[in-house]
């Protein structure tokens, strides 16, 4: 996995990813975008990837 994941593009391609991972293993998992606010030590804005998974775990099987 190279790239950064903390502006909207690398957000977006990480939930993809995670969500694309865990259908295949039969799983439903809930992920969130959350912009954030400028963060002067990264010298710019960023993008948190939130979930519902417990210990990076998913919590529900799919239907």
Avoid: H
Wanted: glycine share 8%; proline share 2%.
């Amino acid at each position: 996995m190279n790239g950064d994941y903390c502006n909207v593009d690398g957000a977006r391609d990480l939930k993809q990813r995670i969500e694309a991972y865990w259908v295949e293993k039969g799983f439903e998992v809930q992920i969130q975008l959350i912009e954030g606010s400028f963060m002067a030590a990264m010298r710019s804005a960023r993008t948190d990837v939130r979930s519902d998974m417990v210990n990076g775990m998913p919590q529900k099987r799919a239907a």
